[in-house]
């Protein structure tokens, strides 16, 4: 039977039924199984169908909307609705393909203490060329073998910026679980991997979603997080999240987190790298390998970057998101908790510098430096924020 290339929609009759109890012509089952290949082909560790409908999250995103935990990511509730369906992004879609790509699991920054001025460490994932490139790259490689093989259907790919759930997407397409620290796991590959989907108006058979959870009665990520974000199993309060604080919000951190930081300079992956799966995270996708000048930073030198020589340094990296005026307030607050002496010319300079923001980190950062009174610098581990009370 000749199913390939065949206008989708029924073909030759012949039909088999999955989990979800439809029924599906051959042909499509085969392109879905040759497209899951190609994806594999470039590079994507895992792929999986899911059913374009509701997501089953909405009315937990919905929740958390309404309780602000999203803090300034205005993004989020603004497009809150469209969150409910793809159809937002692709009118008459009604498959989601979501794949997966490894990024660089090694590579732990030096502690503070370890070098002659500490180290703002760099969450894992913004250490390589940003992923968002590499990721549309491929989908649209993907969308245009799609179009190719079936001439007249729609294909389109995103990651991160659509309205989309992914996690949600994810777990319905069978790719893992949600962990009690919110990432989507998987038993081979832990969670040091992105999510994206290419979303299309064929109607290929969906994968059976991960119906099953395996963090048993671990809580090791509930308890490590250094600033107690989560507000339960699986929910977060992005505003407590020092991912949030260092790369979304524009604001001043607000002060009584700022310990919670530690050396952290953008992004934080505490609560992964205590998880048990993963021990044994793969190696990454070539494109994304970590690039060695971008595991650790020296705060006191991003202090003396002005947007020329930020722009040149980062730009075409995840580092962009935060902006020069986020890196340094950053960087005082890495400072602050971190630093010594041999800080203060840079930060008493960062005084005058013209964006407020980074004005006032500077001079917290200062105050702090000055209250410890020319003693070495302080081991910050990156522990939970003393006497900060589990929300
Ligand atoms: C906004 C955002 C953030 C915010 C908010 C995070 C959050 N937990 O919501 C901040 C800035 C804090 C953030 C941080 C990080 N992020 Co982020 N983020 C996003 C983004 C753009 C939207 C997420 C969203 O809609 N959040 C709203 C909440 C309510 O949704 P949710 O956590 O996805 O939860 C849904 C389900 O998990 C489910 N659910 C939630 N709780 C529970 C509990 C139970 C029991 C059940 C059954 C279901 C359930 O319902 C929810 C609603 O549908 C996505 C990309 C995307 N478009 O989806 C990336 C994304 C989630 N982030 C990602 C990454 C890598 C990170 C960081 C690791 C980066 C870092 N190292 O600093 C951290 C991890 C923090 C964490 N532990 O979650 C990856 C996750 C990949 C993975 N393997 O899971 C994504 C998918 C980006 C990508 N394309 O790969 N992120
Ligand atoms: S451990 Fe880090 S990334 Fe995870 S929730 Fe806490 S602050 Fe956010
Ligand atoms: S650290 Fe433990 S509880 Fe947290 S996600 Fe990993 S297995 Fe689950």
């Given amino acids: 039977m000749t199913v390939l290339g065949a206008p989708f929609g029924n073909v030759n009759g012949a039909a088999f039924r999955t989990g979800n109890g439809r029924r599906y012509d051959e042909g499509m089952k085969a392109l879905a199984d040759r497209l899951k290949e190609r994806a594999r082909g470039l590079g994507f560790v895992l792929a999986g169908v899911a ?3 509701e ?3 909405f009315a937990a995103l919905r929740a958390w909307l309404e309780q602000g935990r999203h803090g300034d990511m205005e993004y989020l509730s603004r ?3 469209a969150r409910r369906h793809p159809r937002s992004i692709l009118d008459g879609v009604r498959s989601v393909l979501m794949v997966a790509l490894c990024y660089d699991p090694d590579g732990g920054a030096p502690l503070a203490g370890e070098t002659a001025s500490p180290r703002g460490r760099v969450a894992r994932y913004a250490r390589s060329a940003d992923y968002h490139r590499v990721m549309w790259d491929r989908l649209n490689e993907l969308a245009a073998w799609l179009e190719a093989e079936r001439p007249g259907c729609r294909a389109v790919g995103v990651c991160d910026t659509a309205p989309l759930l992914e996690r949600d997407f994810a777990r319905r397409a069978g790719l893992g679980w949600f962990g009690k620290n919110a990432m989507l796991l998987h038993r081979r590959l832990g969670s040091y991997f992105f999510l994206g989907a290419l979303l299309t108006d064929l109607e290929l058979p969906p994968d059976a979603p991960h119906e099953t959870a395996h963090c048993g009665t671990c809580t090791a990520c509930l308890d490590a997080c250094p600033t107690r974000a989560f507000v339960g199993p699986g929910v ?3 505003r407590r999240c020092v991912s ?6 524009r604001g001043p951190i607000p002060e009584e ?5 530690g050396d952290r300079l953008f992004g934080c992956d505490v609560c992964q790298e205590v998880c048990p799966w993963n021990r044994r ?6 494109a994304l390998a970590a690039r060695p000048d971008l595991e650790a930073l020296d705060p006191v030198e991003l202090l003396g970057l002005d947007e020329e020589a930020f722009r040149r340094r980062f730009k075409g990296t995840a580092l962009w998101r935060a902006r020069r005026r986020g890196l340094l307030r950053n960087a005082a607050v890495v400072l602050g908790n971190a630093g010594g002496p041999e ?3 840079a930060l008493r300079r960062a005084l005058a510098d013209a964006e407020p923001l980074v004005r006032e980190a500077a001079a917290w950062a200062i105050g702090r430096i000055e209250a410890r009174g020319g003693g070495p610098r302080p081991a910050v581990n990156g522990g939970p924020t003393p006497g900060l009370p589990w929300a």
């Fill in 55 to 57: 997501a089953d999250g």
């Fill in 236 to 238: 977060l309060d992005a």
């Fill in 257 to 261: 987190l700022r310990p919670g930081v």
């Fill in 79 to 81: 497009h809150g609705d």
């Fill in 51 to 53: 059913a374009a409908a």
């Fill in 281 to 286: 995270a793969p190696a990454p996708d070539p």
């Fill in 343 to 345: 800080a203060l010319p």
């Fill in 244 to 249: 949030y604080l260092t790369i979304e919000l």
